[in-house]
């Protein structure tokens, strides 16, 4: 793999995943072992996760789970803050399935996902744990109670002041892992079956992170799958004045260069079975036909890998939303 040159790669189409050196599953092995190894060295890498060790700060009965408000220690001496849902009607004689609800961006962080007071279409979380799942659901950094003291929410520039050379999408990653450290020392929790869901922010967040950490045995993501080919303004992955994504991206597009795309990214978290939704009248992610694309390509890699019914991808004429019946579906997805 070498990076793409943005004109070519507008002009010429998406670069095929299962391309003329890959035509078997050890091919695509060590095809996927040089993406994720592009994909590391771009966002800075993953440090080495600390032990799991939290506190518990409040709990709070809701109509059929508790909310737990809840801090844990993730790398680099920082801590996330999170709600853990916990349905009612547990059997003690059996584990419970577990989701990391995955927030979009948005001031109220784990919020908007975990409590009812959230936004129309986005407490996704509240409707999973009446579903029988446990549910984790954390600030990410920026958001919730871990915005940066004076700044508005989804302001990363302490972040980049403290660590020059890493990158936020590393961070979530690795805060989302110790999230996955802390559902698997839960003695009620299946530690097979756990799952991530996120729109948005959120949804990148989750094949982000299901590409990087096989504990995630599916995963949902709504209207967050954005890839280079196709995009009017790319930038919104590199440096910007208010939340950056991935510093190194903006050296790359100063030369009109990237250093891969988005569904080489996605196509890491394969076989694992993956529900990606998005609509034709997205106002954030407005480049459809690229996304549908890049489906038709992931599903390729899922056939290979004799995985194809473990991909589902839903396009609507809908905007940036989690509608009810799309929400639905991928509850019942996560069921499967």
């Known amino acids: ?10 002009k010429n189409g998406l670069p095929a995943l299962l391309d003329q050196e890959v035509e078997t599953i050890e091919d695509w092995q060590e095809k996927r072992s040089r993406i994720e190894a592009i994909w590391l060295e771009t966002m800075g890498g993953l440090p080495e996760r600390v032990p799991v060790s939290y506190r518990i700060l409040s709990e709070t009965k809701e ?3 508790t909310r737990i408000h809840l801090v844990y220690k993730t790398v680099y001496e920082d801590e996330v803050t999170a709600y853990l849902l916990v349905p ?30 959230g936004k129309e279409n986005r407490t996704y979380g509240v409707e999973l744990v009446s579903r029988g799942y446990v549910v984790l659901a954390p600030d990410a950094l920026t958001s919730g109670e871990r915005i940066y003291e004076g700044l508005e929410s989804f302001r990363s520039r302490p972040f980049y002041e403290k660590h020059p050379e890493w990158s936020t999408v590393a961070k979530n990653i690795i805060d989302h892992q110790q999230g996955l450290d802390l559902l698997c020392s839960l003695h009620y929790i299946d530690s097979d079956r756990i799952g991530a869901i996120g729109h948005s922010f959120g949804g990148y967040n989750s094949f982000f992170l299901a590409g990087m950490d096989t504990r995630i045995r599916a995963f949902v993501c709504s209207c967050g799958f954005s890839p280079f080919y196709g995009d009017h303004r790319p930038t919104h992955w590199g440096e910007r004045n208010w939340y950056t994504h991935l510093p190194k991206i903006t050296e790359y597009l100063s030369q009109f260069q990237v ?7 996605a196509a890491l978290a394969a076989p694992i079975p993956a529900f990606y939704y998005y609509g034709q009248e997205d106002s954030i992610f407005p480049h459809w036909q690229a996304v549908a694309e890049c489906m038709t390509e992931l599903k390729s890699v899922y056939g290979l890998l004799d995985a194809e019914d473990r991909f589902h991808a839903v396009m609507t004429e809908g905007g940036h939303d989690f509608p009810p019946v799309i929400r639905k579906l991928s509850y019942e997805f996560l069921d499967r």
């Open 1 to 10: 793999m070498s990076s793409y040159n943005l004109y070519a790669l507008n």
């Open 63 to 65: 109509k059929d789970h």
């Open 88 to 117: 009612d009607d547990m059997d003690e004689m059996k584990k419970l399935p577990a989701v990391m609800a995955l927030h979009p961006t948005n001031d109220q962080g784990k919020d908007s996902v975990a409590t009812s007071d």
């Open 259 to 265: 250093p891969f795309d988005f569904h080489e990214i």
